[in-house]
């Protein structure tokens, strides 16, 4: 049976045993000091305003039932998997695979990888790591979502027009219907996370829908 939460840019109808919660990115190496985010000249304590909606959908998707999967960018330590283009961008003070003070960075097995203390990851929760910014490539997401007959997706985690946008978006061409919870995902850049949130929900939802964590909540009273 489907509740329906207040939403952008009009009502959004789940399904809880059908819906997963995608918790993206929530690792040390975006929300800590020292990991890929700083490298990269970010101020990473911007991030943490994402936190206690975050919090808040996961204990909410915990108490309902719902499959919850947790993603982590990072890469193999042979870094096999991570393209030149990818490693050379930029000028950071730390490149992907070099040692910081949380381990190599973006490695698969490192500190800084690890999800962040404040969130909780329980023993059902599925953990998915990926090299791309998008959960899809390269990683079995696709038919996890398959096998649990998942068909529509919550979305929090970081960055909102980096890996949270890319990954809404491939799910949507994939025929999940998404909606991104507002105060569950942050940027580095407060206008690029409005600009993101509002081309997804314009055109009646081209790409999805948008809702604080409360509205998810009370699509439950
Ligand atoms: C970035 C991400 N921003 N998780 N990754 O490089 O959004």
Redesign the pocket.
Known sequence: MAVVADALPFAFAFPPAHTAVMM??MQRD?LEPGG??ETLGNDVGLLRSALPGARRLLDLAHAQGMTVIHTR?CHRPDLSDCPPAKRERGEPRLRIGDAGPMGRVLIAGEPGVEIVAELPILPGDIVIDKPG?GAFYATTLGDILQERGITHLLFG???TE???QTTMREANDRGFQCLVVEDATESYFPAFKEATLDMMRAQGAIVGWTATSAQIEEAFR
Request: hydrophobic share 45%.
């Open positions: 993206i990115d975006f890929f985010g960018e910014k985690g970081v960055t980096v890996c949270v």
